[in-house]
């Protein structure tokens, strides 16, 4: 059964930093982030090949930076200077090689002072 378990949402001020972790259960071609506010449609955050080609939001770009442990079959989400318009559900992504998709459980990540 494709399991991916995410960690690492809360609540943070503004300015600060969150690392988002999703642990698959099985290696998948592509990994990533997308996220949701209510009233929208899920937006991509970051995603990164199994071979390291990444892909950022222009919303992400320079304030995210996305990475894999492949033998942990585990991506990561770091985010600094987190700013309030960031605060959304944060969904973890993976695609196997012959193109299913699967999402994870999402995570609420608020940023408030």
């Known amino acids: 059964q494709v399991q991916l378990v995410e960690s690492g949402g809360g609540l943070v001020q503004p300015g600060g930093s969150l690392r988002l972790s999703c642990e698959a259960s099985?290696?998948?071609?592509?990994m990533g982030w997308y996220r949701q506010t209510p009233g929208t449609q899920r937006a991509l955050v970051a995603t990164?090949?199994?071979?390291?080609?990444?892909n950022y939001a222009d919303s992400a770009k320079g304030r995210f930076t996305i990475s894999r442990d492949n033998a942990k079959k585990t991506v990561y989400l770091q985010m600094n200077s987190l700013k309030p318009e960031d605060t959304a559900v944060y969904y973890c992504?993976?695609?196997?090689?012959?193109?299913?998709?699967?999402w994870g459980q999402g995570t609420q990540v608020t940023v408030s002072s």
């Open positions: 099985v290696t998948f071609a592509n």
């Open positions: 990164l090949t199994n071979s390291g080609r990444t």
């Open positions: 992504y993976a695609r196997t090689f012959s193109g299913t998709t699967y």
